[in-house]
């Protein structure tokens, strides 16, 4: 009796789970706006509220990234119950986990399309997990906006035009750091220490695009796995090169390491470009302000850390609508201040869409004309246009001086100087 | 040449943080018979309580005294509430468990601390020291004392006191161990107890290095291994030798090995461990076990 | 367990400390059984038309991973050695599948499955041969290393695999005759998959190889004293169990369309471990609740508490661990034995 028993138990609960009959949901019932935008999709969107899901990793090693939800909150419910929502609507926000795993991560897309309901993915974190996503949620003519991922075919693909990213694609920072070399040691000799991922390679492989025809050449290369301890080795290979650049192309721990590294190692003494990724005060601190003097790096956004904004209009109401809407989360911890900036982002794009529906968000936000976002640094805007799809291609260079970064320089638009980015 | 012993210098350096964790993980593994995947994770909870200490104010010593006392409460307690209600059990159950430790421990760190870096104390002084072109930071050569005295200390616990009879005897052979009279209950926890305090020691010392975040310890923990297979579960001197070897083979294979390179150098300890279990699976210095069916 | 056992209210029986203890041989009527399977058989081909395409989509996955653990079941139950890199399987399996898929346009998705089931065969064979060797922990600590392992290696061929960048397919598309949507094809075919796997893996175990499985494991010498050659049929466990895992992975492919390193990192594969502990080893149900457990858990430890979700996952494991040393398959059997002594 006993394994029949069991069986029965497992049918009972496969019954349970059947109880939602196949048409009483699941995304097949939308439903459509009439006038102007007659037609379009309205699905998790009404006159007073607006559905969102976020896709992030909130558990396993990549739950660093999960602060980003936390800021991204934080803005939705200081405009909720200060300025009444976008337009009038209400936003709710959905967080799902999918531990930076690819298979969850379209699982957990279905949940919010179908069960969830939501108007619209904003966010998917992590390129893995994005392009997992990307056909589903473009079948299903869901926008699937501000991935928080720079790889660069989201701007570069046709075949989805529902998905688009927002910071700066890996390819354009590449490029800042070219550019700026070419002024200032147009015959570099650069080693580079990069992570062995989409990331890394992205960064890379689009440096040494942008350096072909030049005198700068790589003359080292060392990756690393984000499951190694240390890149301690990768660094003492690299000092045998004696280059007189090295490009840090890290994730924070290891930025830190690499740092570290470079500084304790005192007869090689590089220029040392650090990504924008591994940039944050947070990670230049633990090594100690006196080993990272003269690091050049570049940024799009504020720095909560920087003395430099303590000041700042903006910043300082992130800080007060940070303690008052999360008071547990720390405002110092850059992905929250990375979540307030893609959050107001995402407001502004709303805004300036003519229609409040699906196709009017994917449209809005293929057609943004220098919208000023005041958590990006200034001079930076969100453009984009037909056949451009990098809301932000423009970067400025820093160098650290005492306990802050100093900008330098003008801000950098990559599609000035190096033309449109295609696939 | 000189570039060549520089990379034997660096290899030893990445050893001595693989060699620290060994030796809790041969700890353990000698007071209770299992292999506790969570160790790495107890080590990295420890280092934040020490780094909290500091940041609360304390001197770094009074915060390191206080944070083995902690870690040899907290690793008892872990035995008697956790592994206690399955002891007995079958072995890949107490092996899941862990996992579940290693799980549990992971997240609530990140959600107690967050996942920013910490920045926590060097114990030692920053210097450099060179001889013949080659450099040796006074920081490594401090982890070497260190993981030489733990070593020590394991060793006398071993081989000469009564504690280190019960262990061997709790481990070979619970039942009769009990028979003889030794309080099994209390030999478990307190092996649970010391390697807990060990791997304090060892997150303390690599946290300088590695840089404190809840991941710190994830990836030292397959080399962990390897160092303890190499040398030996039941051996402390193996534990470290063994941890010093893997670093070194694995600095110079990344550097020298094309074929390998710095993507590929994981894949050394995998075949280490292969290959000793292979032709030694007792490891350099451990005790074939004879077994009766 | 004999009958005294239930007797014992709050200890559950100590079993002999040998990993893979199996649930005991249920003295149940094989006809009842069957009945059993039927039943659930016909509820899992009258789900689809009930469920939304999500759920749908989250029951396919269920049986994706019930397949791979079929596989580890007949290895760590069934065998008794313990892996921790079942994952490297599946990703060949996956991987295998996705190359021929990219490599040859038009090639049916069905034709792919026998390959990928092939290849990991083979891989499982050569990885047997050394596995042979190794006893209990070690060899968890060689498959763990080699789980570790497949990622860089992954991405170091990436002509083949498109590197950290992974290789996006075609999903099978529903013949029209079916008249069924893409989630409910997929979950057809899935479906079948599991079956044929379900039946493989039971007359396995009925055949010569799984009684010598079963001595083996329980007293080593004394089955080699019978007669039973013990490397042959260890390194043969090996290979079949990397087969279902193979073959797991590549129905994972058809369904997710997209594989990449990331995919199968190492944590897939202690999953997969602890999902086939939790379940209950040895036993026949315990790889289908392993795999509920593994499918279901990450989101309710999401819904208990959303700031880390890790924590209350890693209570869970323990928790189950703690209630049922022998898994939920166990637990429950003990449950169903002592409701007709109280009525």
Redesign the interface.
Known sequence: MRVSAIGCTALLLLAVAACGGRDSGGGTTGTAASGQCQGQQTTGITDTSIKLGGIYPLSGPASAYGDIPKGIKAYFDYINAEKGGIKGRKVEFVVRDDGYQPPKAVEEARRLVEQEQVFALFQTLGTPSTTATWDYTNQRKVPQVFVATGASQWGTDTAHPWTIGWQPNYISEARVYAQYLKTEKPEAKVAVLYQNDDFGKDLFGGFTRAIEGTQIKVVAEQSYEVSDPSVDPQMRNLADSKADVLLNITTPKFGSQALAADAKNTSWNPLHIVNNVASSITVLKPVGFENVQGVVSSSYYKDPNDPTWANDPEMMLYRQKMQQYAPGADPNIPYHTFGWAVASSFHKAMEAATCMTREGLRDSVRNLKGVKVDMLLPGITLDTAQGDGFPIESMQLMTFKGERWELFGQVIDTRKEFGPLTG | MA?FL??VV??L??GA?YASLALALVLIYQFTG??NFAQGELAMFSTYIAWQCVAAGLPFWLALVLTLAVSFAGGMLIERV?IR??E??????L???T??????????A??IW???????PNPFPGG?LEAGGI?V?VSTLGVLGVVAVVMGLLYALFRYTKIGLGMRAVATNPSSARLVGIRVGWMLALGWGLAATVGAVSGVLVAP????????M???L??A??AA?LGGFDSPLGAVVGGLIVGVA??LA??YIQVI???????V??VI??VV??LR?QGLFGRAVVER? | MSETDSAQVKRPPVPPATPGTPAPASPVPARLRWAAVALLLAAACYAPFQLVPFHVFQLTMVLVYAVALLGLNLLVGHAGQISLGHGAFFAVGAYTTAILLDRWDGLPHLATLPVAAGVAFLLGLAFGVPAVRLRGLYLALVTLAMAIFLAPLLKRFEELTGGSMGLTLTKPVPPAWSGLAEDQWLYFLTLAVAVAAFLLAHSLLRSRVGRALHALRDNEIAAEVMGVRLSSYKTLAFAWSAMFAGAAGCVYTWVIGFVSPDSFTVNLSITLLAGLVVGGLGSLFGPLLGALFVMFVPSISQDINDAAPGVIFGLLIIAVMYVAPTGLAGLAERLIKKIPRKE
């Open positions: 570039g520089q990379q660096e290899g350096g990445a943080i299992i292999v956790i209600p399955v007995g059990a079958p072995e890949l159950t092996v899941i468990v996992v579940g430790l290693f799980i549990f421990v992971n997240a609530a990140g959600w967050t996942f920013l870096i910490k920045d926590f450099v450099h930071s290095v590695l840089f404190l975040e809840p991941n710190m994830g990836g030292v397959i080399y291994f390897a297979t694995e600095t990344g550097a390179g710095s993507d590929l150098k994981v894949g300890p995998l461990i292969v279990l292979l699976p069916a």
